[in-house]
């Protein structure tokens, strides 16, 4: 029995702080709160730069990105704001998604039953928008890096993987174009402590679980097999900045990640799978996913965008809020009934005792 038209199913995540380099374990990188991460994607979003075109060729200049972006879908940070409630703060943003496929609405009258299509200008393609809190502490107050999160679900829209591949990508381009470093004691060669500079990027994971094995309505389960990672045109030096001779070349470059070596565990195995994943996301990787059937052939694919939308339903906590009007995929501003309606589910302490 479909749920009513007034009712939305709102997805339940962790979003949590991290950093990464390339120093090593040796020199953890500092972690910000995600206040200040959140802060700094809206001031790219008043930049007009909050903005991540899915599958196009990535550039260091913006214009240039803009320009190899112009067909292929995208998602956005569309609106942000900060508001201070009795106990704690809420971030509320509002995601967009653009998808370059549809370009029609189809609607049927309901006493002919004559149908047809509604149909955009040329530069028009269909969207759709999804809500995201966030639960922040008040300032003083003590942050452990993980906030409850709230997600607005829309099908075949704003996926919870695009919302965390845009925030990770938005945040790399930040750290990366302000040049953040960090310092640390090290040794030289001569055995005295010397400082020295390291470079690192900020991260903001949206966290839930990732399943092994995929099945269909017609196949039996799959189960994966192995993930290669490939980057086109990758660029590498053939010194350190400190050698005499230093060149540098450009390879395509291939890593593939045998499910053998994954933890027996199964929990630890779908953390173990999705921080590979999205750590080579990071990076700029296309990920390629084998799988082996219960007959013993081996398939490979992208997992497509409405799959990524069906696992949150799987792997995530679910709620579903009433809304006095009925629910829309597409806002262009933000609703304050279902901000209210998020707000309420982040402090519901019982929801997140399964949650992390």
């Given at each position: 029995?479909?749920?009513?038209?007034?009712?939305?199913?709102?997805?339940?995540?962790h979003l949590?702080?991290?950093?990464?380099?390339h120093?090593?374990?040796?020199?953890a990188?500092?972690?910000h709160?995600a206040?200040e991460?959140?802060?700094?994607?809206d001031m790219?979003r008043s930049?007009?730069?909050?903005?991540e075109y899915?599958?196009?060729?990535d550039?260091e200049d913006?214009?240039?990105?803009k320009e190899?972006g112009?067909?292929?879908?995208?998602?956005?940070?569309?609106?942000?704001?900060i508001?201070?409630g009795?106990?704690?703060?809420y971030?509320?943003?509002?995601?967009?998604?653009?998808?370059?496929t549809?370009k029609t609405f189809?609607v049927?009258?309901?006493r002919?039953?004559?149908?047809?299509?509604?149909s955009?200008?040329?530069e028009e393609?269909?969207?759709?928008?999804?809500?995201?809190?966030?639960?922040?502490p008040n300032?003083?107050?003590?942050?452990?890096g993980?906030y409850?999160?709230?997600?607005?679900?829309?099908?075949s829209?704003v996926s919870r993987?695009?919302?965390?591949?845009?925030?990770?990508?938005?945040?790399?381009?930040h750290?990366?174009?302000?040049i953040?470093?960090?310092e640390?004691?090290i040794?030289n060669?001569?055995?005295?402590?010397e400082?020295?500079?390291?470079?690192y990027?900020p991260k903001?994971?949206?966290?839930?679980?990732?399943a092994?094995?995929?099945?269909?309505g017609?196949?039996s389960a799959k189960?994966l097999?192995?993930?290669t990672?490939t980057k086109?045109?990758e660029?590498?030096?053939t010194?350190?900045?400190?050698?005499v001779k230093?060149?540098?070349?450009?390879?395509d470059?291939?890593?593939?990640?045998?499910?053998?070596?994954?933890p027996k565990?199964?929990t630890?195995?779908?953390t173990?799978v999705?921080r590979i994943?999205?750590e080579?996301?990071?990076l700029?990787?296309?990920?390629?996913?084998?799988y082996r059937?219960?007959?013993?052939s081996?398939m490979r694919g992208k997992?497509?965008?409405?799959?990524e939308g069906?696992?949150?339903?799987l792997?995530?906590?679910?709620?579903?809020i009433?809304l006095?009007?009925?629910?829309?995929?597409?806002?262009d501003?933000?609703?304050?009934?279902?901000?209210?309606?998020?707000?309420e589910?982040v402090?519901?302490?019982?929801l997140w005792?399964?949650?992390?």
């Open positions: 029995m479909a749920a009513p038209v007034n009712e939305r199913l709102i997805i339940l995540n949590v702080s991290r950093s990464s380099s120093a090593g374990q040796e020199h990188p500092p972690i709160g206040e991460l959140l802060r700094i994607l790219r930049r007009g730069e909050a903005i899915l599958g196009a060729t550039h913006e214009k240039i990105r190899n112009f067909r292929h879908d995208f998602v956005r940070l569309k609106h942000f704001n508001t201070q009795e106990f704690c703060k971030a509320v943003m509002l995601f967009e998604h653009a998808d370059q549809q189809p049927i009258h309901r002919n039953l004559a149908g047809r299509e509604l955009g200008d040329e393609v269909g969207a759709s928008t999804a809500h995201v809190v966030v639960r922040l300032d003083g107050d003590y942050d452990d993980s409850r999160c709230a997600i607005e679900h829309v099908h829209g993987k695009l919302i965390s591949t845009l925030m990770r990508r938005q945040l790399r381009r750290a990366r174009n302000e953040w470093t960090f640390k004691f040794k060669k001569k055995g005295k402590p400082i020295k500079k390291y470079r990027s903001l994971d949206l966290l839930a679980d990732v092994r094995a995929l099945a269909d017609t196949a189960v097999t192995s993930m990672f086109r045109s660029r590498r030096a010194g350190r900045e400190t050698s230093h060149a540098e070349y450009e390879a470059v291939a890593i593939k990640v045998a499910m053998t070596q994954a565990d199964s630890e195995r779908r173990w999705q994943r999205d080579f996301d990071q700029g990787y296309t990920s390629q996913l084998y059937s219960a007959g013993g081996e997992v497509h965008q409405d799959v069906a696992a949150d339903l792997l995530c906590p679910k709620e579903i009433s006095s009007s009925p629910a829309r995929r597409w806002r501003d933000m609703c304050d009934e279902m901000v209210a309606a998020l707000r589910l402090d519901r302490d019982e005792t399964r949650v992390g």
